[in-house]
């Protein structure tokens, strides 16, 4: 059964070919054979995923059942769960066990899913790699010896490793797409707004949206129709309608007019991913679509506005941890500015404090004119490339990222060469639009993505393309060496 999507599981619970408890405890037991080797997990929900799996078999005999009813669910641990630990993968909320459910939480609870637990992420969702968790670098399930790809590595690796038919995932900059790439699964970022971020810890207000990642572009549609709409309690939730997802998968690729930005494949292109990439597109071309060459003239500032406004909001965002409320709490503090100072120096890893420096000093008396208000200034260039380019074009493709996954700490004292590996998705946040990537091969038998990004709220028209070239390759059926297990 592990093999199987979300939408072939849901049509097993429905006809009773076998029961929520027997599938939850199937994940279970994979997670307890499989996980040391991947460490994608933080913490494991399996009293309280057994207790939700019984009621889901009772709503599913009543016939009252949705669509995701009794379907376990590995959820990244950015999401606040009532009586779940959620860490952030940061020792600063080791401790942390939250009051109230993400809105996002609430809305799977509501459609029936199991939690299975809570996936392993780089600490406070800062990184690309999935090494700068708390508890410990995610392995790639293709590759133990590679990243798994950040900030959502738990969540693509669990997926990819069969450990999870789905999983939540969050991207601020390239956070679920680059894992989902690089670990060979399907993974989309919504259209700002499109997913309420209440209750989802905040890294950068203006750029952090959750999605979903699975096994195919269909699964994500079915997890998308739960995940997206309104909240009201969410000042940046947009209340433009919801459609269903899943109505036009199948819808003929025939005069679909694709872009392809020049500045995506130009130097920094891995040859092998770019041959991946051209196959992948051919493909599309064959179902009727049309390429364009378009461009996007900002796109080399891209990578310099993010790292101005993304730690100038973590900054911002990050300064409520100081040990007075909840999480870490230094030992025996001296007076107030020592409990300040040690707590935050004892409970953040180096990439936040990074970050923190950067956006504070961004937004700095003197400095936020040259600094955060150039770069928002520059953000709308960015995104007026995008809005121009869509004049054209009904999507843009083009690479998720410049090659496969590298190999763990290769580029772990080389923040630039880590930050390069999202010169592909950063822009796609900066402008709010949806991004998703799909598997398009293998280099080095390793997965490569191929990205699309669509126009503001057209998720329905990026999944319908993603469902009908799943539906010519294999790319996202293929499991490789990883251990199946029972």
Known sequence: ?????????????????????????????????????????????????????????????????????????AHKDIFCTSGLRTSCGSRMLDNFVPPYDATVIKHFDAAGAVILGKTNMDEFAMGSSNENSYYGA???????????????????????????????GTDTGGSIRQPAAFC????????????????MIAFASSLDQAGPL????QDCAILLNVMAGHDKLDSTSSEEPVPDYTAGLDKPLQGLRIGLPREFFGDGLAAST????????????????TLVEVSLPHSKLTIPTYYVIAPAEASTNLSRFDGVRYGHRCDAPKDLHDLYTRTRE???????????????????????????????????????DYLDAFKDVDIIAGPTTPGPAFALGAK?????????????????????????????????????????????????????VAH???????????QGAMPQGK
């Open 214 to 217: 699975a096994r195919t572009a």
């Open 346 to 384: 004892e409970g953040f890893g180096d990439e936040v404090k990074r970050r923190i420096l950067v956006g504070t000093y961004a937004l700095s008396a003197g400095y936020y004119d040259a600094y955060y208000k150039k770069a928002q200034q520059v953000r709308r260039l960015i995104q007026q």
């Open 1 to 73: 059964m592990h093999t199987n999507t979300v939408a072939q599981l849901a049509l097993g619970l429905q006809r009773r070919d076998f029961s929520s408890t027997e599938l939850t405890e199937l994940y279970l037991d994979r997670i307890s054979a499989l996980d040391d080797t991947y460490n994608a997990y933080i913490t494991v929900n399996a009293e309280q995923a057994l207790a939700a799996a019984a009621i889901a078999d009772a709503r599913l005999a009543k016939g009252t059942g949705d669509a995701l009813t009794g379907i376990p669910i």
């Open 184 to 199: 060979g699964v399907t993974g989309l970022k919504p259209t700002y707004g499109r997913v309420s971020r209440l209750g």
């Open 274 to 289: 770019a041959a991946a990439i051209d196959a992948s597109l051919k493909e599309l071309e064959a179902q009727g679509a």
């Open 468 to 478: 009908r070239f799943q539906q010519a390759t294999d790319w996202h059926t293929q």
């Open 412 to 464: 772990s004292n080389d923040p630039l060469a880590m930050y390069l590996e999202d010169v592909y998705t950063l822009a796609v946040n900066l402008a709010g639009l949806p991004g998703m990537s799909v598997p398009a091969g293998f280099v080095d038998n390793k997965p490569v993505g191929l990205q699309l990004i669509g126009q503001h709220f057209d998720e329905a028209r990026l999944l319908n």
């Open 138 to 168: 995610v392995k790639n399930p293709w590759d133990t010896s590679a990243v798994p790809g950040g900030s959502s590595g738990g969540s693509a690796a669990a997926v990819a490793a069969m450990l999870a038919p789905a999983a939540t």
